[in-house]
């Protein structure tokens, strides 16, 4: 059964790629906006840039797999095609697995393309190790989280929106737009519970920046994210066709 | 596991909050027949082929699909059937031949050979020319068929139609219940919903009637419509015609009579007897009898009968009129 499961997932997220990946959605929020906002960020203080990077290249992991969920769930849900996908000899998990596969790979193109020309332009230290054990957790953390948010409603638009919360959320609170430390008490608390802040701790690690945390802790914790969104979202997946 | 039956549903239930949608539904389907699920709107159709596909689960209840029990062993189950839902739904952006191409994958048709099915599917339904075309791009009876070849990708012992020739023309509809009745030739079981009562007679070994979540009856075609209580009528022309109706209705044998067209409809339970009866009349009168026709109960006949529905009204339900 887990060789029906992977072969499932595996072509889910192919098919997805195909499919999916020029939706005006996912090019939209997925592609142009990362980019706007990291072109906002470079014209305002180039100079600082620099440090800016970890919490941006975050940004890009963030929108671009929460983008791409909700074109992959969404488009599907809307269209009833998701259904073909339960019917098929696989697992209810694996098609979500599938379905949070296509918004990694998404995430993982867009993110290798801002990451790899970060590095090339600014030549930051970067420790490819830690990138690798950062980006990864964190690419399957934010896709589990797009699809998590993604299977509570039908619609493309409502998905984007629903996602917008927690996305602007975490950006405000993961300590790129204002250190943690300085942060009140209450707010400190809630930016620790929010798995961007353990991304951009990390990337601090990996591209030479002093983190505040540490990065065994920000991989183990991220990992931890992962069925956190994933279980919620399969059974919420399996109780909307039940 | 059990060779005998496809299909076994023990006192399907399903509720949906506080409604029930079927309730305590009890049937089997022997392999190789073509069984007919009939019933209006909202009778539990959709709902009891979304329960045996292993889509939705029952609220109670206990279903083997296949010989394998849905709750436990959906997997293996699901290899061995295909679903053809109510609306087409495969992938608009993928053309034909990659939407079969990806079923065939998510089926597990070893690699080698899934070009080639997907490319006889093609041919079988006449798409062969449409395989580089999106799906979008195709018509309704194009979709419906792609949608039902896509089922067939993995050669399955039994397949799941639903409404399958809803919104086809009159031509692709007749060559879709050919093709039908040639999966089943070919020893693969059929398990049907229509709206179409001409179709469920036409192609159905059995039928199930279902109303408001329960199976009412089940049988043939032929048996259902000896269930129902004998109206035949008789239809005739004489020359000269009779100027009053009221003649044939005093008839022996004859409760009811109406003008139709150029002649008369008898109604009357016992064929032999309202035929012998227009004989006589016409022999009494000096009438020769130019034209006569007899009808039989049909399947509309037994189901309006066995539910109170008229046929129509489901078909505007469906939006088909």
Not at chain 1, 171 to 189: D, N, R, T, W
């Amino acid at each position: 059964m887990w060789k029906d499961n992977l072969r499932g997932i595996y072509y889910i997220a192919l098919k997805d790629m195909k499919t999916y990946y020029l939706k005006p959605p996912a090019v939209s929020w997925g592609i142009v906006f990362p980019v706007a906002w990291i072109l906002a960020f470079y014209l305002r203080s180039p100079q600082d840039f620099e440090k800016l990077l970890p919490g941006l290249i975050a940004m890009t992991v963030l929108f671009s797999t929460t983008a791409a969920e909700a074109v992959v769930i969404n488009l599907e849900l809307r269209l009833g095609s998701l259904e073909r996908l339960l019917l098929a000899p696989i697992s209810l998990p694996a098609v979500l697995l599938g379905k949070a596969l296509g918004g990694v790979i998404f995430g993982l193109i867009m993110t290798g393309l801002v990451t790899s020309s970060s590095i090339l332009l600014f030549r930051p230290q970067v420790n490819m190790l830690y990138l690798a054990l950062i980006l990864l957790p964190s690419l399957l953390v934010f896709s589990s989280l797009g699809a998590l948010l993604c299977v509570m409603v039908k619609e493309v638009f409502e998905a984007q929106t629903l996602l917008n919360f927690p996305r602007f959320l975490m950006i405000f609170l993961c300590g790129v737009v204002y250190p943690i430390s300085a942060m009140p008490v209450g707010l400190m608390h809630l930016a620790y519970l929010l798995p961007l802040t353990y991304t951009v701790d990390g990337l601090n690690y990996a591209l030479g920046i002093n983190g505040n945390i540490n990065i065994v802790v920000d991989i183990i914790l991220l990992t931890a994210f992962i069925p956190i969104f994933i279980f919620p979202a399969a059974k919420l997946l399996a109780k909307r066709f039940a | 596991m059990d060779k005998t039956f496809a299909i076994e549903a023990l006192n399907l239930t399903k509720y949906y909050g506080e409604t029930l949608a079927v309730d305590q539904v009890n049937f089997e389907v022997r392999r190789g027949e073509i069984f007919g699920f009939l019933g209006p709107n909202g009778a539990g159709k959709t709902t009891t082929i979304r329960m045996l596909s292993g889509l939705s689960q029952p609220s109670a209840g206990a279903i083997r699909v296949l010989g394998y029990d849905i709750g436990s062993e959906i997997v293996e189950a699901k290899k061995g059937f295909g679903v053809v839902p109510e609306y087409s739904n495969l992938y608009g952006e993928l053309t034909a031949q990659d939407n079969l191409i990806f079923a065939a994958q998510l089926y597990g048709v070893p690699r080698q050979q899934r070009k080639r099915r997907a490319e006889e599917l093609l041919e079988t339904f006449g798409l062969l020319e449409k395989k580089d075309a999106h799906f979008a791009t195709l018509s309704k009876g194009m979709k419906r068929s792609l949608t039902i070849a896509a089922a067939l990708i993995h050669n399955p012992q039994l397949i799941f139609l639903d409404e399958p020739t809803v919104a086809l023309d009159v031509v692709n509809a007749r060559s879709l219940r050919s093709l039908v009745r040639e999966l089943n030739r070919r020893g693969v079981t059929v398990f049907l919903t229509t709206h179409y009562l001409e179709e469920a007679a036409m192609l159905c070994d059995r039928i199930a009637i279902l109303l408001q979540g329960r199976i009412i009856v089940i049988d043939t075609p032929d048996n259902l419509k000896q269930r129902v209580k004998a109206e035949h009528a008789c239809e005739v022309r004489f020359a000269p015609m009779p100027t009053e109706v009221m003649e044939l209705e005093g008839l022996e044998s004859v409760y009811r009579v109406e003008r139709s067209g150029a002649g008369f409809r008898l109604y009357g339970e016992s064929m032999p007897d309202i035929v012998q009866a227009v004989f006589t009349y016409a022999s009494q009168k000096g009438l020769e009898i130019v034209f006569i026709s007899t009808t039989s109960p049909t399947l509309e006949d037994a189901f309006v009968q066995l539910t109170g529905i008229a046929p129509e009204v489901m078909l505007v339900e469906k939006g088909v009129k």
